[in-house]
Nanobody, 124 residues
Framework: QVQLVESGGGTVQAGGSLRLSCAAS????????MGWFRQAPGKERELAAA????????YYADSVKGRFTISRDNAKNTVALQMNSLKPEDTAVYYC?????????????????WGQGTQVTVSS
């Protein structure tokens, strides 16, 4: 079992920055690939960024490449998403997700753990 708690959401003007953090319970955090999904009203859920269990592999959606950076600290059981140059289209609820695999799999495969979500609002 893994419990995930996100923090760091809020409201920011376009061009600004936010840093999301996700704290995970459990002693096997380094066995989990981690990711950040986001979902805007009326839109499908989108994988924004992911990181492998050892931090050596990362994935970014084209829409966030060059602006977002995902990182993890296995000693502290945390994963972070640094979001820079934010745009109104980044407005969404952001969810931290854990998957007991080397690389994050599609949520339809295996069992994923989800945080409660944190709202990010970017005003124009």
């Amino acid at each position: 079992q893994v419990q995930l708690v996100e923090s760091g959401g809020g409201t920011v003007q376009a061009g600004g920055s936010l840093r999301l953090s996700c704290a995970a319970s459990g002693r096997t955090f380094n066995s989990y690939a981690m990711g950040w999904f986001r979902q805007a009203p009326g839109k499908e859920r989108e994988l924004a960024a992911a990181i492998g269990w050892n931090g050596n592999s990362t994935y970014y959606a084209d829409s966030v490449k060059g602006r977002f950076t995902i990182s993890r600290d296995n000693a502290k059981n945390t994963v972070a998403l640094q979001m820079n140059s934010l745009k109104p289209e980044d407005t969404a609820v952001y969810y931290c997700v854990a998957d007991r695999a080397a690389i994050l799999r599609d949520p339809s495969i295996g069992h994923h753990y989800w945080g409660q979500g944190t709202q990010v609002t970017v005003s124009s």
